[in-house]
């Protein structure tokens, strides 16, 4: 992979992040209950689930969900259950009293904030789909591959990491700035909203638009 091509990647990653999706919405779900530093580690598990679709495409399986209806379907109805899922979750999450004397925050388990940022990822065939299409138009076929592709995953993950702390940050600083339990209840709620969306919106795709 030239200089060129690889720099007309990186702008093509920072495109794709900068994007709002599920991730953006989960990454700024996670900073705003957990704060910055705990809700973090849902933006490392998204890239666990990036470099998953990465290897997919490598490995050439991505070419079965652009082909197979019945694998394609599997996926992405068990994303759209996960991020209303995700939703509800979101729509019981419980106010923070900002007037104590101490601010205690939920305590979200690494492990599960990393699996609930992979599964994300993991479970959106329209991505892999949208990978296979995109990827190889990077690739030079009379290069190595193996480095090329180590090459995009290690962009790819730069990138989304720092785009999810952006996102991550910026509801974490809002959090500080809700006082009531009303304003803080309508944020959850539409953050609900949007986790709901982002299920609507992958519901309705198809293999044969992709």
């Known amino acids: 992979m030239s200089i060129e091509t690889w720099l007309a990647f990186l702008l093509a990653c920072w495109i794709i992040s900068l994007s709002p999706g599920a991730g ?3 990454s700024m779900s996670s900073g705003l209950n957990y704060g910055f530093l705990r809700g973090y580690w849902t933006a490392l598990g998204l890239q666990f689930g990036l470099l998953l679709q990465i290897a997919v495409v490598a490995a050439g399986v991505g070419a079965l969900l652009a082909t197979s209806e019945l694998a394609f379907r599997l996926i992405k109805w068990f994303g759209v259950g996960y991020l209303l899922f995700l939703a509800w979750r979101q729509w019981r999450a419980a106010p923070v009293d900002m007037h104590a004397a ?3 925050r939920p305590v979200g388990r690494p ?5 609930r940022g992979f599964l994300i ?6 991505a892999v789909v949208f990978m296979l299409a995109v990827l190889p138009q990077f690739l030079d076929l009379s290069r190595p591959l193996l480095g090329q592709y180590l090459l995009i995953a290690i962009s790819m993950v730069v990138v989304d990491l720092i785009v999810m702390a952006g996102y991550t940050g910026l509801a974490a600083r809002v959090l500080g700035l809700l006082r009531s339990p009303r304003q803080q209840r309508l944020l959850n709620r539409t953050f609900a909203g949007l986790f709901a969306g982002a299920a609507g919106l992958l519901a309705c795709v198809r293999r044969a638009a992709n």
Do not use: F, Y
Not at 111 to 115: D, T
Not at 121 to 126: F, G
């Open 24 to 26: 953006a919405i989960a």
């Open 102 to 104: 101490s601010l205690t």
């Open 111 to 115: 492990l599960s904030l990393v699996m």
């Open 121 to 126: 990822n993991a479970s959106n065939p329209k």
